[in-house]
């Protein structure tokens, strides 16, 4: 007889491996690595021939379906034994429970028997008014009031008939109301054909000027685009609206149908008799009183879930974009942090990182000392050799810029070149006790500018020093659901660190602790170990730092690089284990690995199944001569800067019909903003991304993406740019101001009037995406972290 618990782990790993395109025994193969400690990263480079060849994406959805449904059957068992220890468990509801596939049909099976406070029904049914209820049910030919007289007891608290009516009545609306067949039916249906309408609440108008656009909204709950659903809820949270959901667009005929299918599913029909009146007015009490608000919340509270996991999911992408941003690599960098009063914060570090001068200048208003800050950063230039300039986009960003830009004509034989960062998360790291740590002779904001010189040279080592959440390149991030966020970013993160491997010798701490395997424990003990004895010269030194034992240096090793070490392969991604098959690889080439590494003809025509054995298959071979081509190939582009326009510095310098180049700093479902250089991103509408139909943004561009776009409208007073990717498209005539402001919630959409909603097909060229769409503003703000 089989186990039941390895029954319930097949079932479990059969309907994962559905949900992730893959078959039963990978799934199984992968949650049994996860349940032993293994890590995705891990699993998806180095356990290939155990899972089938599992990709990362698969294995994250499977970790997250595995933890849904691992807690279902929890619920699953405590349902089944709650209704058992009630004494009433039978085989059919038995069947039911165990057939339930989701969170929602098990609770909609469980909602008779919870336990409750004492209800209306539970206190008709103590005064024996439940045959009355049935009575009537069964044959609807007697009249009420007749039946009803018989049940009268002033002693059970039935006073009259009309009491004992009202008590039967709550009999039935309880058992319709949760009656699960009738709910689950309802819940699809409700689903289906729901409109959500808003209304605003009386009084609020002016409080409320930012959510005008859904003042008065209705929209099919099944087709409304997340952003737009989370923009209601957080109207609704700051009591500015009122939301409802009707079922169908017109409400009254709606709740009518509700009704009648209450009304069907009872068994009741209006055909003239003496009760059909009162059972009907049951069943539409039924419906308003119990069903309607109940649906209503667990409807809305799906869709939610299912707009939050689309808003974490683009705030994960773009995370991604941000931290496999092109590297600038080992070179000397001037780190500028922008201020106006309080002066223009300087670091200067070299190839390696390393802080090796700090100072402030005070080129702007009020001090002005332009020519004594440019020869300050001149000697700083010579001094340590830089090569790069990294300006902050902050306030002051364009006016430093300019600064950067004399500097460079100052100094010619430099070679300078200047590129705008994002100091997005600079201010919070500076803060840090990360930060305190790692600077502690350091002002706060001279450790901004540093921040900002590292991550022109490795976004990725120092943007993990920074809370996800932080870095603010995501929509509605303080609307979702903080712990889901936090989870699904660390694993983006987590996931970006291993992919481009980790030099052991020069990483933090901060970044080690993303490491396949490592905890902050371990992170902090490499450092240690590294200061007190010197590089590791060998992956297996390792294993001599304190807590880092076997099963941790099986899951770190391979993304930890030793370059100019004892071992050439500890440069590589090779893993430590198939060092073996790499021997196989040199002994049949007659060479050593220094000599094989490199050596592309050779490596191509070897065939991967001659060193295959019974750990290491085809895959993992393929993998390894891959990697002897190019060990330690970085998976990120190559660095290339955004070259701004002179002389457009502002939002007034912009002209319609101006070709611009400037860098992609945020994508979300319906658009992307770009940086142009004028303090204030522009918007390109998803049907200006590109001249065919382009369904997801991220299908056309990413965040850090460099682009040509061309400017249609500028709004000065609105702060709205308008822009499109179609550089031919034409540019609209300019149009009267209109009488109504239009300005979207914080990180919201646009209003239904002009808003063409996710995955619109292209406007013509004669109309494109105006910059007095609500959009613009809504991703204006939406980019500064709403």
Not at 339 to 367: F, N, Q
Not at 594 to 605: A, M, P, V, Y
């Amino acid at each position: 007889m089989q186990d039941p618990n390895t029954s319930l782990a097949q079932k479990i790993a059969s309907a994962i491996a559905v949900e992730i395109d893959a078959q039963p025994a990978q799934a199984r193969a992968a949650i049994a690595l996860l349940d032993e400690g293994a890590t995705v990263p891990f699993i998806a480079r180095y356990r290939k021939e155990v899972t089938g060849g599992l990709d990362d994406t698969q294995l994250r959805n499977l970790e997250v379906r595995l933890t849904y449904l691992r807690e279902l059957e929890d619920r699953r068992a405590a349902v089944l034994a709650s209704i058992n220890e009630q004494g009433k468990l039978t085989d059919e509801l038995r069947a039911d429970v165990e057939a339930a596939d989701t969170k929602a049909r098990l609770e909609d099976l469980y909602l008779p028997y919870k336990t409750k406070r004492r209800t209306k029904a539970q206190i008709a049914r103590e005064a024996g008014l439940e045959p009355l209820a049935d009575g009537l049910l069964a044959d609807p030919t007697q009249v009420p009031e007749q039946f009803a007289a018989t049940f009268v007891d002033a002693e059970k608290g039935v006073a009259d008939a009309k009491a004992a009516l009202d008590g039967a009545r709550a009999i039935l609306m309880e058992r319709w109301g949760e009656d699960a067949a009738l709910v689950g039916d309802l819940r699809q249906w409700l689903s289906e054909v729901g409109v959500i309408r808003a209304r605003v609440a009386e009084g609020k108008e002016n409080e409320g000027a930012k959510y005008r656009d859904y003042f008065d909204h209705a929209e099919p709950l099944a087709r409304i685009p997340s952003h737009r659903l989370l923009a209601l809820f957080r109207a609704r949270r700051e009591e500015i609206v009122f939301l409802d959901l009707d079922p169908g667009t017109d409400a009254e005929a709606g709740h009518l149908q509700a009704e009648g299918r209450v009304a069907h599913h009872a068994g009741v029909k209006p055909q003239g008799r003496p009760a059909d009146k009162w059972l009907l007015d049951a069943c539409r009490l039924t419906w308003k009183a119990k069903l309607h608000l109940h649906l209503m919340l667990d409807l809305f509270s799906q869709a939610r879930e299912k707009a939050e996991a689309e808003a974490i999911d683009v705030f994960g992408n773009n995370l991604k974009d941000l931290l496999l941003a092109a590297p600038a690599g080992p070179r000397a960098v001037l780190g500028l942090d922008p201020g106006l009063r309080t002066g223009v914060k300087v670091a200067v570090v070299d190839r390696t990182g390393k802080v090796v001068a700090t100072d402030t200048i005070y080129p702007h208003e009020p001090r002005r000392q332009w020519d004594q800050s440019l020869h300050a950063l001149r000697a700083l230039c010579v001094k340590h050799q830089v090569e790069l300039i990294a300006i902050g986009n902050g306030t002051a960003s364009r006016e430093t810029d300019k600064l950067a830009g004399d500097l460079i004509k100052l100094a010619p034989e430099l070679k300078l070149t200047k590129i705008v960062v994002s100091e997005a998360g600079a201010s919070v790291y500076s803060a840090s006790e990360l930060a305190a740590r790692e600077f502690p002779d350091l002002d706060v904001s001279i450790r901004g500018a540093v921040s900002i010189a590292r991550r022109l040279q490795d976004p990725l080592a120092e943007l993990v020093k920074i809370e996800p959440k932080s870095i603010g390149v995501g929509q509605y991030q303080h609307d979702v659901d903080q712990y889901r966020l936090a989870r699904a970013l660390d694993a983006k993160v987590e996931d970006c660190v291993n992919a481009v491997g980790v030099d052991v010798n020069t990483a933090s701490a901060a970044l080690l602790t993303r490491v396949s395997g490592l905890s902050t424990t371990v992170a902090d003990n490499i450092v240690r170990h590294r200061d007190q004895h010197g590089a590791f010269r060998t992956r297996k030194a390792l294993l001599e730092v304190p807590r880092l034992g076997e099963k941790t240096f099986e899951q770190c090793a391979g993304f930890l690089r030793i370059a100019g070490g004892d071992q050439p392969l500890d440069a590589s991604s090779v893993h430590p284990e198939a060092y073996p098959v790499v021997e196989r690889i040199v002994k049949s080439g007659g060479r050593d690995v220094k000599q094989l590494i490199g050596d592309i003809t050779f490596l191509r025509n070897l065939r991967p199944e001659q060193f295959t054995d019974e750990k290491f298959g085809v895959p993992t071979v393929r993998d390894i001569l891959k990697e002897l081509e190019k060990p330690g190939r970085d998976p990120r582009p190559e660095f290339k800067a955004a070259r701004f326009a002179d002389g457009v510095e502002d939002l007034k310098d912009l002209k319609p019909g101006m070709i611009l180049e400037g860098v992609v700093t945020n994508v979300a479902a319906f658009g992307a903003f770009v940086d142009i250089g004028v303090h204030q991103d522009g918007l390109v509408h998803i049907s200006a991304l590109s001249d065919k139909y382009v369904k997801d943004p991220r299908e056309a561009v990413k965040a850090g993406d460099i682009v040509k776009v061309r400017v249609l409208e500028v709004d000065v007073a609105r702060k709205r740019i308008a822009l499109t990717r179609r550089l031919d498209d034409s540019v609209p005539a300019p149009r009267p101001p209109r009488s109504e402001s239009r300005d979207a919630p914080r990180g919201a959409p646009a209003g239904r009037r002009d808003e063409r909603g996710r995955g619109a097909p292209a406007p013509p060229r004669s109309a494109p995406a105006p910059a007095n769409n609500a959009l613009a503003e809504a991703f204006a703000k939406a980019k500064r972290g709403a």
